[in-house]
């Protein structure tokens, strides 16, 4: 309805409204919350004339270049400026913004680059766009003290590598995207302090190996994708710090099935969640197989003489009697009832959140080969046993060949939210619903008139 837009138009500045006298030109304003409307408008900068109380301002769909300190006041509370040119940001642009709860400046393709200093004490911002930006690096620090963000959108970037905690201070960290970045590897303190993560976008990467510890803090990871990386294993120790998943998609990665897969091969047996397939790519034989449709025999001449050694430390530490120090002191964590139970026996340490001090690797990722062969012949009875009630009928609730559709609201909002996230009151700013605004022009007006007389 582009009517609607010249209505308002022709009505606001066809009065001359005292109020709306230093609205820029081709922007449209509206009060309580003020609010300065100025998307799509091919502005090469940030127009002159945007009043100094505004709380929301939309820029979006414009030809803006350059953010620098003075443009907008720390009154904001909503900034829009995705789709813009932006190249620079002064690093002072937002110092003091102790409102802003949202900033979008996603789609900036040119930007490439942040300061650190860019979001410092922004503690009420919940919201993160940063999507398209064409960043390939994130420096340190950038988003410290960033407590109150809820959302952080860095997807389609070229993000090659995540500096150790560089979320840190995310605590209220519920959505982080990463996809469609260029990253490789996922360390120890990649996600440290993400306590109240829940969902967490790493598909289209190149993830080559997983950090055993990498998903230490995420208890309350619900989702977490990584499909279509160049993950050839990943120990179900990893998966097995998600106490809370419930969707995880692993598909799309060359897995190698053979006898290091097995503990994923039992992570998965015992996940009461959906996911994906695991189609196997290695060794011979076993290409084009689901890893999830593997059956015990498939991984019986794994059983070689280091397992049955291992049968033999289970059985020792469990008593309790003395930590069992030497050779293989590194797999002594797992035998301590973590592959019968997921770490969630009451008696036995859950998956610690850092190496053991007796731990000889510490720097032991999920892509090390040190930990096949183990299985007991308790575990391969319950194992059987479990079989039946397991294999579950998700594929009909759920289809991961298509992404599950809270995420793709939340994709797709990302690249085109205008229309699905106006801000209650602003209706007017995304000009696609006309009935309320004439309704509280109307009123508006009245009210002027009466002012006037
Ligand atoms: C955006 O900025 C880049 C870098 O300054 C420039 O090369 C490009 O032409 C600009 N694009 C548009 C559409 O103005
Ligand atoms: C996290 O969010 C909650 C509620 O949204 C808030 O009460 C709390 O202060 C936030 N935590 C921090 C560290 O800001
Ligand atoms: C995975 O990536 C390939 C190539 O980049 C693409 O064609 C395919 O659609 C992707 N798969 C999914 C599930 O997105
Ligand atoms: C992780 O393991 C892989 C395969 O064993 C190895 O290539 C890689 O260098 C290891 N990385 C670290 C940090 O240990």
């Given amino acids: 309805m582009p009517g609607c837009h010249l209505d308002l138009f022709f009505i606001i500045f066809g009065l001359q409204l005292p109020f709306f006298s230093s609205c820029p030109i081709n922007c449209v304003c509206y009060p309580s919350p003020m609010t300065v409307s100025c998307q799509a408008h091919n502005f090469g900068a940030i127009p002159e004339g945007i009043p100094e109380i505004s709380e929301r301002i939309f820029l979006q769909n414009n030809q803006i270049t350059t953010l620098l300190r003075g443009h907008f006041s720390p009154s904001l509370v909503t900034l829009w400026l995705y789709s813009n040119n932006i190249t620079f940001i002064d690093p002072a642009t937002f110092e003091g913004f102790d409102n802003l709860e949202e900033l979008d400046l996603g789609d900036n393709r040119y930007l490439r680059a942040l300061s650190a200093d860019t979001f410092q004490g922004l503690s009420r911002l919940h919201a993160l766009y940063l999507y398209k930006c064409g960043l390939s690096s994130l420096p340190t620090g950038v988003f410290s003290g960033l407590h109150s963000l809820q959302f952080l959108y860095l997807q389609d970037n070229h993000i ?9 201070d995310l605590v209220n960290l519920s959505h982080l995207f990463l996809h469609g970045n260029k990253l ?10 993400l306590v109240n993560l829940d969902r967490l976008l790493i598909h289209q990467n190149q993830l080559q190996w997983v950090n055993k510890y990498a998903f230490h803090d995420l208890k309350r990871l619900t989702t977490l994708f990584l499909f279509n990386n160049s993950l050839a294993e990943l120990q179900g120790e990893c998966l097995a710090h998600l106490s809370a998943l419930e969707f995880l998609r692993l598909n799309g990665n060359p897995w190698d099935c053979g006898c290091k897969a097995r503990s994923l091969w039992e992570w998965l047996r015992r996940f009461r969640g959906s996911s994906s397939n695991v189609i196997c790519e290695s060794p011979d034989g076993m290409e084009g197989r689901d890893l999830k449709h593997l059956g015990a025999e498939d991984f019986m001449h794994c059983l070689s003489s280091e397992s049955l050694h291992q049968i033999k430390t289970h059985t020792y530490s469990t008593t309790h009697q ?5 050779h293989h002191s590194h797999h002594s964590s797992k035998e301590k ?3 019968l139970d997921l770490g969630l026996h009451q008696n036995e340490p859950a998956a610690p959140p850092d190496p053991r001090p007796g731990s000889r690797k510490p720097g032991k990722n999920c892509t090390s080969h040190k930990n096949r062969n183990r299985i007991s012949k308790t575990q391969l009875g319950k194992s059987m046993h479990d079989l039946q009630d397991y294999v579950p009928d998700y594929h009909h609730k759920f289809n991961f060949d298509t992404v599950p559709t809270a995420s793709t609201k939340r994709k797709a909002k990302c690249t085109r939210r205008t229309p699905n996230r106006v801000p209650s009151g602003v209706q007017q700013a995304a000009g696609n619903r006309c009935d309320g605004v004439r309704v509280s022009l109307l009123l508006f007006l009245l009210v002027l008139a009466v002012i006037v007389r």
């Fill in 160 to 168: 090659e590598f995540l500096q150790d905690d560089i979320f840190i």
């Fill in 322 to 326: 003395i930590a069992h120090k030497g």
């Fill in 184 to 193: 490789w590897s996922l360390h120890q303190n990649t996600f440290r302090g």
């Fill in 337 to 339: 009832g973590k592959d």
